[in-house]
C-alpha cells in the first residue's frame, strides 16, 4: 500500500469506523484545504532565481549552511518542486480548523477503523510542520494498540492563527478544549522538542483528562530546597548542555531576545530561510553529516514552503521570546503525576538521564533509541511508533 493509498484509507473509510467505548461522538470543526496562491508561488520562484549570495571562504558546514548546498538545494525549490502539485498531494490528508477559546487552530485528524483505539494528540516543535509525521501516522493508526491521532499546528505556526499580541495564547490551554470538542475526553500526550513542553504542562494543568504523556525532550522545573543533589550524569548533562549552547544555541538566543530583527531578513528571502532552517535540519537529526540521507529534497521543501506560504517564520521565532521571557515557568512545587515515558534520541538537542527526568516526571518508562535525532518522527518513525504503542498498552491493559 502506499502512503497516498494509506492516507485516502484514513481519510476516507476510516473516517466512519464507530468509536471506542472512551469516545463520546466528536464534534466536527470545519475541514480545511491549503489553499494555492500561484502569484505567490511565482514570486518565490523569481525570489529563489534572482537571489543575491554572500561571499564564502570555506565550503563545508563549519561556518553555517554551505554555499553549495545550498545553491544546490535552491535549484531544486526554483525549477524542479511544483508548489501546486504537492498541495494536491498534501490536501489528501485530513486537514481541519477551528476556532478555539477565539483562536483559530490548524490541525490533522486522523481517525483509526480500530474499535479501540486511544486518543493521542501529538505535537512537534520548530522548525519543523506536520510534514514531519507523514511517515509516523499510518504506523499509529494501525496495529495494537492503534490511536485516533491529532496533529495540531502550533499559534503562529502554518495555518494556524498568528498571535496578534506577545504572548496572546497558551497552546496548554488550547489543546485539551480542541480534543473534548473532538469527543476525546481521555487521551495520551507526546511531543519532542516545544511539543514535549506542552505535553508537559497539559499533564500538569489536566492529569483528570490526560491518561499518560510521552515526552521526547525533558523539561526542568525550578530547584526546590530539600532536592536530592545532582547526580554525577546530570552534572554531566548541564556540561554538555552548555557546549552545545555554545556551539549550536545560537538561533536560539536571537529568537528569544530580538525576534523582529531577524524576522526581516527570513521573511524578505527563501533563500535566507532556506539557510536558516536547513541547517537545523542537518545539524539536528541522525544524518552523519549529510542531511539528504534523511530527508528528501521534497520534504525539506515542503516544510519551507508552508513556512513562506503562510508567512509564518516570525510568528513561528517569536514564540521562543514569548515563552523564554512571558510564559510563566514551572513552579518548585510543580511534578507530572501522570504515567510518563521519556524517549531519547541520540543526536537530538540532548540525552537527559532519567534521575533529571524523575525530578518532574512519574517516569514509568525510560528509554534511549539505538538511533534518531530532533525529527524522530521522520528519521525513525518504526521506533517512535513501537514505543509509544509499548507505552500505551501497559497504560491500557
Known sequence: MTRRDAFELLTGAAASAASPPRVAAPTPIGAFKIPVDRQAAFDLRHRLRTARWPDAIINDWTLGTPPQFLENFIGYWADSYDWETRVADLNVLPHYRGSVAGFGIHYLHFRSQKRQAIPLLLMNGW??????????????????????????????????????????????????????????????????????????RIALRCPNLVIGAHIGDVTERTPRKGDPPPSAQEIAYHKRDLAWDRDEGGYCAIQSSKPQTLAYGLTDSPVGLAAWILEKFRGWSDSSGDPLSVFPLQMLADNLTIYWMTNTISSSIRSYYDSARLRPPLGMNDFVRVPTAVGMWPKGLGIAPPELARRLYNVQRYTVFPSGGHFAAWEEPQLYASDLRAFAAALTS
Open 127 to 200: 522548525p519543523s510542520s506536520f510534514v514531519e509525521y507523514l511517515r509516523l501516522a499510518p504506523l499509529l493508526t494501525d496495529g495494537s494498540p492503534a490511536f485516533h491521532l491529532v496533529l495540531p499546528t502550533l499559534p503562529g505556526f502554518g495555518y494556524s492563527d498568528r498571535p496578534t499580541r506577545l504572548y496572546q495564547v497558551e497552546p496548554a490551554d488550547l489543546y485539551p478544549t480542541l480534543m473534548q470538542r473532538l469527543g476525546y475526553d481521555r487521551f495520551l500526550v507526546a511531543g519532542t522538542d516545544i511539543g514535549a513542553e506542552v505535553a508537559t
